[in-house]
């Protein structure tokens, strides 16, 4: 039996699953056509995602540190914080780095993430 999809969501509910699950991505809604999920990086911590292929935007929450895509403009880099939003075309690399304060991104997968 599928599980009903709900309209709405609470962050703290979210960031609360993550930390009793020790990830630090966490998937909150998943359907054919999208997925979209919270990921945190602590101060000073390392991104080690690779590029994925589906597109994806990245909300800023909270936090501060750079972030670099190599897209089809090349290589491209700027210190992100709230409420920034970035695209990140399939396939390309990416990667937040110089993690200043813990960053918390909501992140959108179109269509959704493989797994």
Request: charged share 30%.
């Amino acid at each position: 039996m599928d599980t009903p999809l709900e309209s709405f969501y609470s962050l703290d509910d979210i960031l609360q699953e993550r930390r009793t699950s020790g990830r630090d991505y966490v998937e909150f809604l998943r359907l054919p056509t999208m997925s979209c999920g919270v990921y945190v990086l602590a101060a000073g911590a390392t991104d080690k995602q690779k590029p994925h292929a589906e597109d994806e935007v990245y909300y800023v929450i909270r936090g501060k540190a750079r972030m670099t895509v190599h897209g089809d403009e090349g290589k491209q880099e700027r210190e992100i914080q709230p409420g920034d939003v970035m695209f990140v075309k399939a396939g390309q690399e990416h990667r937040f780095h110089d993690i200043a304060s813990e960053l918390v991104v909501l992140v959108a997968f179109a269509p959704a993430e493989s797994q």
